[in-house]
């Protein structure tokens, strides 16, 4: 069957719905990480991810897919955040690693703050850097990723970003709650990364410890309630974890496969995908966003001047109330360093909160469930 391929977004880009996520092949020999690499492609992937940032990945994958350099779409990403690091660091190193002369996309990297969009946009920031080089046709296009969908979402309001990189799966849908339509508005490309929970995901599932087909149970303290979640084994959360990506208005998804096996799987995942079944829709309270009011993380009321540590206990308070989970949540929140009794009612936090949140009552209610 042919992979099927969706357009990503503005760039016009046909890219294939499950792409490829270069971190994990960081651990494999040259030898392993190029015929894992190979065998994609020849499955019929052609989106492929790496970063300046993971170690010899972008080596790797330059080697790998050398001979076939016109036939694929390669993405990389800068985490220098200023013009000259990032043409002198970042792009003239990813071109070299990547034996090419012309990147398809590039990306700043793990934008996830205000402040860090301004620098890496202000007049001697990274993004002047990945504009000449477009300019001078050494990349074609420039996204941004990052964790914090509300920041993504002030960056596609910029108009200068083509594609954005963003996580999505079960536990985290922030990106549902605005990013996508944003997105969708700009015609802007829209790439999911961490579908599995990534490495320090907010639950650290299913990839922890684990590698893509894992035995994260170890990590959940409740055991049914986690295959009541994610199914009853690694190979069938990885399968659950990427349908519920799949099922979204998305453009391609990368996880990072270690093996032509784990290749095999996922390409196998997406072949076999035709839509949630009903149960899996009930299950994941599909499409459905928490009950108003709720915290969307954007971290802007912090620093709290008590430390309280607002978005992470307003996001498991989401955990407890909209996706019960119940038992991990009240287990994690006597581990959050500064609690809700830390609170002196400032009303600081409520007043930077761009989506006016009543957060003292919501810590409060928080509190209840959550003790
Ligand atoms: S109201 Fe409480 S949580 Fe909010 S900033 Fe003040 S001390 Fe921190
Ligand atoms: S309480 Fe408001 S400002 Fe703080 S993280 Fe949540 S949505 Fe953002």
Same mark, same amino acid.
């Given at each position: 069957m042919i992979m099927q391929k969706r357009r990503l $977004? &503005?760039?016009? @880009? #046909?890219?294939? +719905?499950?792409?490829?996520?270069?971190?994990?092949?960081? =651990? /494999?020999? &040259?030898?392993?990480?190029?015929?894992?690499? &190979?065998? =994609?492609?020849?499955?019929?992937?052609?989106?492929?991810?790496?970063?300046? *940032?993971?170690?010899?990945?972008?080596?790797?994958?330059? !080697? =790998?897919?050398?001979? +076939?350099?016109?036939?694929?779409?390669? *993405?990389?990403?800068?985490?220098? &955040?200023?013009?000259?690091? !990032?043409?002198? =660091? $970042?792009?003239? #190193?990813? @071109?070299?690693? @990547? #034996?090419?002369?012309?990147?398809?996309?590039?990306? @700043?990297?793990?934008?996830?703050?205000?402040?860090?969009?301004?620098?890496?946009?202000?007049?001697?920031? *990274? /993004?002047? !850097?990945? %504009?000449?080089?477009?300019? #001078? %046709?050494?990349i074609d296009y420039i996204g941004i990723s990052g964790h914090n969908p509300y920041v993504l979402g002030k960056a596609i309001k910029t108009g200068k970003f083509d594609a954005i990189l963003v996580p999505l799966n079960v536990i985290d849908r922030r990106a549902t709650e605005e990013l996508f339509s944003l997105a969708n508005e700009a015609d802007v490309g829209v790439v999911i990364m961490k579908a599995m929970g990534g490495c320090g995901a907010p639950l650290q599932y299913p990839q922890w410890g684990a590698r893509f087909l894992g035995k994260p149970e170890q990590d959940w303290p409740d055991s049914s309630e986690f295959v009541a979640h994610f199914g009853k084994d690694g190979i069938e959360r990885a399968k659950r974890s990427l349908r519920f990506v799949l099922a979204h208005d998305i453009d391609t998804v990368i996880p990072g496969p270690r093996s032509i096996e784990e290749v095999d799987h996922i390409i196998k995942v997406a072949e076999d995908f035709h839509g949630l079944s009903n149960e899996e829709k009930t299950a994941y309270k599909f499409e459905q966003l928490p009950p108003e009011p709720f915290c969307r993380k954007c971290g802007l009321c912090m620093p709290c001047p008590d430390g309280v540590e607002i978005p992470t206990i307003l996001r498991w308070d989401i955990y407890y109330r909209f996706y019960n989970i119940k038992k991990w949540t009240r287990d994690q929140y006597p581990k959050i360093r500064t609690r809700v009794n830390s609170c002196t009612e400032c009303g600081n936090c409520e007043e930077k909160c761009p989506y006016s949140l009543p957060v003292i009552r919501m810590l409060k209610e928080a509190k209840k469930r959550l003790e």
């Amino acid at each position: 069957m042919i992979m099927q391929k969706r357009r990503l $977004g &503005r760039t016009g @880009l #046909q890219v294939s +719905v499950i792409g490829f996520g270069g971190i994990p092949i960081i =651990a /494999l020999s &040259r030898d392993e990480a190029e015929k894992v690499v &190979r065998h =994609a492609y020849e499955r019929g992937i052609n989106y492929f991810d790496t970063a300046r *940032a993971y170690g010899d990945s972008e080596e790797k994958m330059g !080697a =790998a897919l050398n001979a +076939v350099r016109d036939e694929v779409i390669i *993405a990389t990403k800068t985490h220098q &955040r200023t013009k000259e690091d !990032a043409a002198r =660091a $970042g792009l003239k #190193q990813s @071109l070299r690693n @990547l #034996q090419t002369d012309r990147i398809d996309l590039v990306q @700043l990297h793990g934008i996830d703050s205000e402040e860090v969009l301004q620098k890496a946009m202000g007049p001697e920031g *990274a /993004l002047r !850097a990945l %504009e000449e080089a477009k300019t #001078q %046709e050494r990349i074609d296009y420039i996204g941004i990723s990052g964790h914090n969908p509300y920041v993504l979402g002030k960056a596609i309001k910029t108009g200068k970003f083509d594609a954005i990189l963003v996580p999505l799966n079960v536990i985290d849908r922030r990106a549902t709650e605005e990013l996508f339509s944003l997105a969708n508005e700009a015609d802007v490309g829209v790439v999911i990364m961490k579908a599995m929970g990534g490495c320090g995901a907010p639950l650290q599932y299913p990839q922890w410890g684990a590698r893509f087909l894992g035995k994260p149970e170890q990590d959940w303290p409740d055991s049914s309630e986690f295959v009541a979640h994610f199914g009853k084994d690694g190979i069938e959360r990885a399968k659950r974890s990427l349908r519920f990506v799949l099922a979204h208005d998305i453009d391609t998804v990368i996880p990072g496969p270690r093996s032509i096996e784990e290749v095999d799987h996922i390409i196998k995942v997406a072949e076999d995908f035709h839509g949630l079944s009903n149960e899996e829709k009930t299950a994941y309270k599909f499409e459905q966003l928490p009950p108003e009011p709720f915290c969307r993380k954007c971290g802007l009321c912090m620093p709290c001047p008590d430390g309280v540590e607002i978005p992470t206990i307003l996001r498991w308070d989401i955990y407890y109330r909209f996706y019960n989970i119940k038992k991990w949540t009240r287990d994690q929140y006597p581990k959050i360093r500064t609690r809700v009794n830390s609170c002196t009612e400032c009303g600081n936090c409520e007043e930077k909160c761009p989506y006016s949140l009543p957060v003292i009552r919501m810590l409060k209610e928080a509190k209840k469930r959550l003790e």
